[in-house]
């Protein structure tokens, strides 16, 4: 399995921005995918995570009503639509997957087996 992120960028603050991810695997469908960022000097912190059907989602309180996360199955893809985007928000953002998961751990590093590169989303304030 192997994902490819991408869609970061500077945007002003206020602004939006898409993020993708593509996921490669046969069974995409069945990968719990996620969202992390990790600003200069902390931690990778969970941001979103969404089941293999779209129907659950979670998010961070930070992100809450300013971010959605979807999926295209057919186009084994995962997208992060991130809207009135704050200074805050600039991080390396990666996505990663993992086959199955009790939704409690969704937002811990150590749940996800597969990761992607990271794209890099810068917020100017």
């Known amino acids: 399995v192997q994902l490819q992120a991408s869609g970061g960028g500077l945007v002003q603050a206020g602004g939006s921005l898409r993020l993708s991810c593509v996921v490669t695997?046969?069974?995409?469908?069945?990968?719990?995918i996620g969202w992390f960022r990790q600003a200069p000097g902390k931690e990778r912190e969970f941001v979103s995570a969404?089941?293999?059907?779209?129907?659950?989602?979670k998010y961070v309180d930070s992100v809450k009503e300013r971010f959605t996360i979807s999926r295209d199955n057919a186009k084994n893809s995962v997208y992060l639509q991130m809207n009135s985007l704050k200074a805050d928000d600039t991080a390396v953002y990666y996505c990663?997957?993992?086959?199955?998961?009790?939704?409690?751990?969704?937002?811990?590093?150590?749940?996800?087996?597969?990761w992607g590169q990271g794209t890099l989303v810068t917020v100017s304030s």
């Open positions: 990663a997957a993992t086959p199955y998961s009790s939704s409690s751990s969704w937002y811990l590093t150590s749940t996800y087996d597969y």
């Open positions: 695997g046969r069974t995409f469908v069945t990968y719990i």
């Open positions: 969404i089941s293999g059907s779209g129907a659950r989602a």
